[in-house]
C-alpha cells in the first residue's frame, strides 16, 4: 500500500464529517485516560484528529487533484499509527465531545485504515488473526483447555436449550473466577442451557474488529450463529462487555440479516431472576463494595441498572460509587487491546481505578469484564494500595 | 489599493468555496459505504430533530461537560452572529425595518465578543491550566479578537467614513473595483474578515449533522440491549 493512496476508504460519511466536526477544542483530553497516565497531548483525540485531516488532504485534497497526491511523511504516518493504537477505545472522549463525535467508532475505523496501509496494527496484536485461526482465540492457548480448568463438576450443560452461554476467550482463559461464577449463578437459576464445545466456541471476533484487521470477522461469526442455531438457541447470554458489545451492533451487518436469537448480558438475565424469584441471594455481606462499570458495558450499550440492582440486592451490602461511574466512567486500562502494548499505560490506569476505591475506603472492588478483572489484578501487584477485586457473578455465586 | 483588497477579497471567498465543495465531493465519493452496526441508519424523529436543534443553539453537549467554559462560548457565539447580522446593514442597499431593529443589540454584543473571547482563553489558560490548545484555535480566536477590537474602535474613537465603505463594498459584491475607504483601521478589518472567512472553521458546517447523529445514538442507547 502506498503512502498516497486515499485515506477515507475505510471511512462512512458521518465519520467523514465527525472529522470535520471537531472544534480542536480539548474537552475530551480531560476524559482520556490515556491522558491522565501519559499527559502527552500528541496522541489526544483531536491530534489524532488533526493528523488524519492531513492525511486526507494530502491524499484528496485540491493540490493533490491538480498535481497528484503528495508524499506523506513517513514519522508522521508512524505517529498516528502509535496514538491510535495507544488508545483504549473506551469512548470517553466521544462521550465528553461537545460536538457529538462517535469516538467509540471512529477510532477502529481509522486503525483499520492503518492497517489497510500495513502500518497497523503494533506489536503483538499482529499476532491476533494467526492465533485466532490456530487456536480459535486470540491468546493462542489450547482449544482442550478452554473450559476444563474452571468449569465446575457440578454445573450441567444441555445438549441443545433455548439458552445458550458464550464464555469468551478473555475470560476462559484469563479470568477464570469470573467465568466460574457465571455457570454457577446460571445453574442456580436452574434454566437448562447449552455451551459449544470447546472447539467450537471460538474467538467472537472483537480482538480483530478492534485492532483494524477485519478479514476473518464474517467467517467466525457465521460458524458461531450457524453452531448456535444448530442447538436451537433463542437467546445467548455473555458477560463479557466486548463480546456483547460485537455480538449485538456488528454481529448482524457481518452476519448478512438480523440475528435468529436474542442477545442478553448475563446481568440481564440474572437480575430477571432475582426479581421473579428464580434465583435467592442466601449470604449477606457486611462491606463497602464499589463497582466499576467497564466502559464497553455502561457507555458500549447501556447496561448499567442491571449490576446495581444484583449487588443491591445482597443484604448488609454498601454500594459506593467512583466519581466517574455509569455513562462517564472512567477506563481501566484494559481496553481497545492497547494494554497488549502499552502495558505500562494499562497497569497505570488500573492503578488510578484502584487509588480511588481505596480512597473512597471500599472493602471490595468489584468488576464486570474479564479484561478489566485481568489487568486491574495485574496493576495491583507490587502498588502500594491493595484491595480485594471481585467479579460480580463470583461474588454473586458465593452467596447463593 | 483597492483593487488589491477586491482581489483579495474574491480569493478568500473562493478559498471558501472551495473547502466546502472540496467536501461535498469527498462525501458524494463515500455515498456507498456504510458503517458496521445493528442499528441500522434511520431517518430523525421530529422531536430529536427539535431536540437537535436545541443542542445546535445552546450547546447543550458543551453545557454537560463545561459549565464554566459554556458559557463563554455561547455568549462569545451569539454575540458573533449578532455583531454579523448588524454589519448585514454595510452590505443591504436598504437595510429592512427588523435589521434596524436589531443595531442596538448588535451593538451591544460588539462589546460583550471580546470580552467573552478573553473570557475563554482565560479559562483554558488559567483556570483549567489546559494541556492542549490548538494552534488553529487560537489563530481563529487572536482573527476575531483583532477583528472586535478594531470594529470597537471604528465604533467609537476614529470614525471611518461609512459611506465610502458601504460604496465600496457594494462595488466589489458587484465585482466591480472602486477606491478603498481611506482608513487603515478599516483595511485591518476587512483583512482580518477575509482571511477568518478563508479558514471558517468547519466545524459550523458539520457539527449540526454529528449532533444530529449524536441525538439519535443517545436516544438509541437505552435500547441496544433492552429492545422490546
Ligand atoms: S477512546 Fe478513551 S483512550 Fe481513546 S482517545 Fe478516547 S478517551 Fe482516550
Ligand atoms: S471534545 Fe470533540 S470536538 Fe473537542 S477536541 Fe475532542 S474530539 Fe474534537
Known amino acids: 500500500m502506498k503512502?498516497?493512496?486515499?485515506?477515507?476508504?475505510?471511512?462512512?460519511?458521518?465519520?467523514?464529517?465527525?472529522?470535520?466536526?471537531?472544534?480542536?477544542?480539548?474537552e475530551c483530553l480531560k476524559r482520556c485516560p490515556v491522558q491522565d497516565v501519559t499527559g502527552d497531548p500528541s496522541v489526544s483525540p483531536p491530534e489524532k484528529i488533526r493528523m488524519f485531516r492531513e492525511f486526507i488532504k494530502a491524499t484528496d485534497g485540491l493540490k493533490s487533484t491538480l498535481f497528484g497526491p503528495s508524499e506523506i511523511d513517513r514519522k508522521l504516518l508512524e505517529d498516528f499509527t502509535k496514538a491510535v493504537f495507544e488508545c483504549t477505545t473506551c469512548g470517553g472522549c466521544g462521550r465528553a465531545c461537545p460536538a457529538g463525535i462517535f469516538t467509540e467508532r471512529l477510532w477502529p475505523m481509522l486503525r483499520k485504515e492503518m492497517v489497510r496501509r500495513g502500518l497497523g496494527p503494533i506489536g503483538p496484536q499482529a499476532n491476533t488473526p494467526g492465533a485466532i485461526e490456530r487456536t480459535g482465540n486470540p491468546y493462542e492457548k489450547p482449544t482442550a483447555e478452554r473450559y476444563s480448568p474452571w468449569f465446575p463438576a457440578e454445573v450441567r450443560v444441555a445438549e441443545k436449550a433455548d439458552i445458550a452461554y458464550y464464555a469468551g476467550c478473555t475470560g476462559a482463559y484469563l479470568a477464570q473466577p469470573m467465568v466460574r461464577g457465571d455457570v454457577r449463578v446460571l445453574s442456580a437459576i436452574?434454566?437448562?442451557?447449552?455451551?459449544?464445545?470447546?472447539?467450537?466456541?471460538?474467538?467472537?471476533?472483537?480482538?480483530?474488529?478492534?485492532?483494524?484487521?477485519?478479514?476473518?470477522?464474517?467467517?467466525?461469526?457465521?460458524?458461531?450463529?450457524?453452531?448456535?442455531?444448530?442447538?436451537?438457541?433463542?437467546?445467548?447470554?455473555?458477560?463479557?462487555?466486548?463480546?456483547?458489545?460485537?455480538?449485538?451492533?456488528?454481529?448482524?451487518?457481518?452476519?448478512?440479516?438480523?440475528?435468529?436469537?436474542?442477545?442478553?448480558?448475563?446481568?440481564?438475565?440474572?437480575?430477571?431472576?432475582?426479581?421473579?424469584?428464580?434465583?435467592?441471594?442466601?449470604?449477606?455481606?457486611?462491606?463497602?463494595?464499589?463497582?466499576?462499570?467497564?466502559?464497553?458495558?455502561?457507555?458500549?450499550?447501556?447496561?448499567?441498572?442491571?449490576?446495581?440492582?444484583?449487588?443491591?440486592q445482597i443484604p448488609g451490602i454498601q454500594l459506593l460509587e467512583f466519581e466517574r461511574h455509569g455513562l462517564d466512567s472512567r477506563c481501566c486500562g484494559a481496553g481497545g487491546a492497547a494494554r497488549k502494548v502499552f502495558h505500562e499505560n494499562a497497569v497505570a490506569m488500573g492503578r488510578l481505578t484502584i487509588d480511588e476505591a481505596v480512597a473512597r475506603k471500599a472493602d471490595k472492588l468489584i468488576l464486570s469484564c474479564p479484561a478489566c478483572y485481568e489487568k486491574v489484578n495485574e496493576a495491583m501487584q507490587g502498588h502500594d494500595k491493595q484491595i480485594k477485586i471481585v467479579d460480580i457473578m463470583e461474588l454473586l455465586s458465593e452467596l447463593i | 489599493m483597492g483593487t488589491i483588497l477586491i482581489i483579495f477579497a474574491y480569493l478568500c471567498y473562493a478559498i471558501f468555496l472551495w473547502r466546502i465543495v472540496w467536501r461535498i465531493v469527498l462525501l458524494l465519493k463515500l455515498s456507498g459505504h456504510t458503517e458496521h452496526g445493528a442499528l441500522q441508519p434511520r431517518k430523525a424523529s421530529l422531536l430529536e430533530i427539535l431536540k437537535t436543534g436545541r443542542d445546535i443553539i445552546f450547546f447543550t453537549r458543551l453545557l454537560r461537560s463545561n459549565p464554566l467554559l459554556w458559557i463563554g462560548e455561547w455568549v462569545f457565539h451569539m454575540s458573533f452572529i449578532l455583531v454579523l447580522v448588524r454589519h448585514l446593514r454595510y452590505v443591504l442597499d436598504t437595510a429592512p425595518h427588523w435589521l434596524m431593529n436589531l443595531q442596538f443589540a448588535g451593538m451591544l454584543a460588539g462589546y460583550v465578543l471580546p470580552v467573552a473571547?478573553?473570557?475563554?482563553?482565560?479559562?483554558?489558560?488559567?483556570?483549567?491550566?489546559?494541556?492542549?490548545?490548538?494552534?488553529?484555535?487560537?489563530?481563529?480566536?487572536?482573527?476575531?479578537?483583532?477583528?472586535?477590537?478594531?470594529?470597537?474602535?471604528?465604533?467609537?474613537?476614529?470614525?471611518?467614513?461609512?459611506?465610502?465603505?458601504?460604496?465600496?463594498i457594494s462595488n466589489a459584491l458587484a465585482f466591480r473595483f472602486a477606491t478603498a475607504p481611506e482608513s487603515y483601521l478599516f483595511v485591518v478589518h476587512f483583512i482580518a474578515a477575509f482571511v477568518f472567512l478563508a479558514y471558517l472553521p468547519t466545524h459550523i458546517f458539520a457539527a449540526p449533522f454529528t449532533l444530529l447523529e449524536a441525538r439519535k445514538r443517545e436516544e438509541e442507547h437505552g435500547g441496544i440491549m433492552h429492545e422490546r
Open chain 1, 3 to 26: 503512502d498516497k493512496d486515499t485515506f477515507i476508504s475505510c471511512l462512512s460519511q458521518k465519520q467523514l464529517l465527525e472529522l470535520d466536526a471537531c472544534t480542536q477544542c480539548g
Open chain 1, 190 to 312: 436452574g434454566e437448562q442451557f447449552t455451551m459449544l464445545p470447546p472447539e467450537e466456541e471460538v474467538c467472537c471476533g472483537f480482538p480483530l474488529f478492534i485492532t483494524g484487521q477485519h478479514d476473518m470477522l464474517k467467517n467466525l461469526v457465521n460458524r458461531l450463529v450457524k453452531a448456535y442455531v444448530d442447538r436451537g438457541v433463542k437467546m445467548l447470554l455473555c458477560s463479557c462487555p466486548c463480546c456483547v458489545n460485537i455480538m449485538v451492533k456488528d454481529w448482524p451487518s457481518l452476519y448478512g440479516k438480523p440475528l435468529p436469537f436474542k442477545i442478553r448480558h448475563l446481568s440481564q438475565y440474572v437480575e430477571d431472576a432475582l426479581k421473579k424469584g428464580k434465583l435467592h441471594i442466601k449470604k449477606g455481606l457486611k462491606e463497602r463494595i464499589i463497582y466499576h462499570d467497564p466502559c464497553y458495558l455502561s457507555r458500549g450499550v447501556g447496561i448499567i441498572a442491571e449490576p446495581r440492582f444484583i449487588l443491591s
Open chain 2, 117 to 168: 473571547l478573553v473570557y475563554v482563553v482565560a479559562i483554558k489558560l488559567w483556570v483549567e491550566k489546559t494541556r492542549y490548545f490548538s494552534s488553529g484555535n487560537f489563530f481563529l480566536l487572536s482573527l476575531l479578537f483583532l477583528l472586535s477590537v478594531t470594529g470597537l474602535i471604528m465604533k467609537n474613537f476614529i470614525h471611518p467614513d461609512i459611506i465610502s465603505i458601504k460604496n465600496f
